[in-house]
């Protein structure tokens, strides 16, 4: 079975500062695909940056970069120069195919703070 | 804005009622999925539709039941609720629903209060 694993609940980051936030994960898949998402306090979920299982280079969108160690199975989404609006719950995400077909799994998520 | 639309927005309701919740995917989105939000139970994957066909089912009860049109919008119904059903339920669509690069758009979610 998949799962997705983010050890730190709540995380607090000084604005301007670069922040990572922890995933790790576990399939028997090959291939599988890696998303962050974003839940800000209005509750929608906010879709980030997205890295496959083969891809040879880390995915980066904008202030958001993926620290992708497949041998590990750690995917950590880096926030670069953190602002106010990035307080929100992130979440890491999984895609691979189970007994069940498709599947998507989530993992608990992190809080992130961010301090003026 | 994810171009995925749900209504209603929130919804209140007493124990053992039945209630529907709708979802648009975006445009060109073939497949629609249901998750369910809640406190203790976090982000669970009830159930996918690819085309107007169940293709994949997770965590969902016996008491839920979903289906997709042939417009592509679905419906997610929720009979015999329970207290424990209050919850954010959110849809997402994807192109195709397969394939691990496949990602999906949430719509902003129904919030139900089960009292």
């Known amino acids: 079975a998949q799962k997705i694993t983010q050890t730190q609940p709540g995380m607090f980051v000084q604005e301007k500062e670069a922040v990572t936030l922890d995933c790790t994960y576990d399939t028997s898949d090959p291939s599988y695909g890696l998303f962050w998402y974003k839940q800000p306090s209005s509750g929608e979920m906010i879709f980030l940056i997205y890295?496959?299982?083969?891809?040879?280079q880390n995915a980066t969108e904008g202030r958001y970069s993926l620290n992708f160690q497949k041998a590990r199975k750690s995917a950590n989404l880096v926030i670069s120069a953190s602002q106010l609006g990035d307080s929100a719950m992130y979440f890491c995400a999984m895609r691979g195919v189970d007994n069940y077909g498709q599947n998507f799994v989530f993992g608990p998520g992190t809080r992130l703070s961010v301090l003026p | 804005d994810s171009g995925v639309t749900q209504t209603p927005k929130h919804l209140i309701t007493a124990t053992g009622q039945r209630v529907t919740l709708r979802c648009s995917p975006r445009?060109?989105?073939?497949?629609v999925y249901w998750y369910q939000q809640s406190l203790d139970q976090g982000l669970q994957f009830l159930i996918q539709y690819y085309n107007g066909e169940e293709r994949a089912k997770g965590n969902i009860l016996e008491r839920f039941s979903a289906q997709q049109f042939p417009d592509l919008h679905s419906e997610l119904n929720l009979s015999s609720l329970e207290l424990g059903d209050s919850a954010l339920y959110f849809c997402?669509?994807?192109?195709?629903?397969?394939?691990?690069?496949?990602?999906?758009?949430f719509g902003p979610g129904t919030r139900l209060l089960v009292l």
């Open positions: 445009s060109g989105d073939l497949s």
């Open positions: 890295q496959g299982s083969y891809d040879q």
């Open positions: 997402a669509s994807s192109v195709e629903g397969f394939g691990d690069r496949e990602t999906q758009y």
